[in-house]
Structure formats: structure tokens, C-alpha cells
């Protein structure tokens, strides 16, 4: 018997042992996660300066053509996600994919300009290189805005389907794009500082978006 009770404490020591092992690590490969996923977020930037630091600025290659059927392709995806995301909150009626299809709608018709004002990189830069970054500051802004919505009771079906909803956001969008158009042609000189402080906004909205995933 006594023989018994000594194998059971042993077994629940260990047991208590592990538990205590496993709380030392979970955090630990938690924050790992979190960094890979940081990482992973910030992988573009670290590309984009590899270009900037390692390219001869007497080096030009000037394809329209190609640039126009990459921004192509991504306004169809951003039109073809922005349609399923509808799908689905019409189907579930859950609060965070209307944010997330306001986000996907709001980056197509923002960023559908950048690849309209193609041509005109070389008299219009500003007009060019505007509505990039907008429709990223955009999309990170609503997409954070989602996450903050999820887990919300779910939306009645005559509130899913109002028209009264979508039109409003829709012709805002559109109005941003009047918008980013004038700040470009009127404050074209301080295209730089503007262009750095929308895309530092929208990697910061990202950012936050990570941190608060991982929580």
C-alpha cells in the first residue's frame, strides 16, 4: 500500500512538474509566433530597401505595360474578395466582415486610380503615387475597425441587406479619391513627406492589427 501512494506521488509530481514546464514555455513560443509574424509583415520593407540601397539611381527601366497588368490583377482580387466577404456577412450576418468588406471595396476603388494615372508618372508623379499608399492606410484602418467588431452579435437580415448602408461608404470612397487627387496636384511639392506619412500610417495600423490578433 504505502508502495502505492509513493508511485501516485511521484506520478502527480511529475505531472505538476510538466505543468510548470509547459507555463515557462507557452509564452516563450507565443512571443516566437509573434515575431515570425511581425517578421513576416515587415518582409516587403526590407525588400523595398535592399532595392532602394543596392539600385544605381542612373539605372531607369520604364514598363507601363507591365505595371498596368500587375495593378490589374489586384484590383480584380481586392473585386473578387470584396464580393465574397458580402457573400459571407450576408450570410452570417457577423460585424466584422462588413468592415472587412468596406476594407477590400475602399482599397479597389482607391488603389484602381493608381493604375489609371499610369501613364502620367512622368508629368504627374504625385497623382501616381498617391493613391497607393492611401488605399493601404485605408484598408488597415477598416480591417483594425473589424477586428475590434469581432465577436459582436450578428446583424438581422433586413439590416445585412440595406442599400442605405453600402451607397454612403461607396461614394465616400470616391470622394477620397477627389480628395487624394487634389492634395497631389496642389501639394505636389511635398509629395515625399506626404506619401511616408500614409504609408507609415497604414504599417502602423498593421502593426496594431498583429499586436492585437495576438493577444
Not at 532602394?52 to 531607369?60: N, V
Request: aromatic fraction near 14%.
Amino acid at each position: 500500500m504505502p508502495h502505492n501512494t509513493d508511485e501516485k506521488l511521484s506520478a502527480l509530481t511529475g505531472f505538476q512538474a510538466k505543468e510548470e514546464s509547459l507555463d515557462r514555455i507557452l509564452p516563450l513560443t507565443r512571443g516566437y509566433e509573434h515575431v515570425l509574424i511581425i517578421l513576416l509583415a515587415l518582409l516587403p520593407l526590407v525588400a523595398t530597401a535592399y532595392i532602394y540601397f543596392s539600385q544605381d539611381p542612373f539605372l531607369l527601366f520604364v514598363e507601363y505595360g507591365l505595371h498596368e497588368v500587375a495593378i490589374s490583377i489586384a484590383i480584380l482580387q481586392g473585386g473578387f474578395i470584396s464580393y465574397v466577404t458580402w457573400r459571407c456577412y450576408l450570410s452570417s450576418g457577423e460585424p466584422q466582415l462588413r468592415w472587412i468588406t468596406l476594407s477590400f471595396i475602399g482599397f479597389t476603388l482607391i488603389y484602381g486610380l493608381h493604375g489609371v494615372f499610369t501613364p502620367l508618372s512622368q508629368d504627374h508623379m504625385a497623382l501616381f503615387l498617391l493613391y497607393g499608399p492611401a488605399s493601404r492606410l485605408l484598408m488597415a484602418i477598416f480591417l483594425l475597425t473589424g477586428l475590434f467588431n469581432y465577436g459582436r452579435s450578428h446583424h438581422s437580415l433586413p439590416n445585412r441587406t440595406k442599400a442605405g448602408f453600402w451607397l454612403p461608404w461607396i461614394a465616400g470612397f470616391l470622394f477620397l479619391d477627389i480628395l487624394v487627387g487634389w492634395v497631389a496636384l496642389a501639394r505636389h511639392e511635398s509629395i515625399t513627406s506626404i506619401r511616408i506619412g500614409l504609408e507609415g500610417g497604414a504599417l502602423l495600423f498593421n502593426l496594431i492589427t498583429i499586436a492585437t490578433c495576438g493577444r
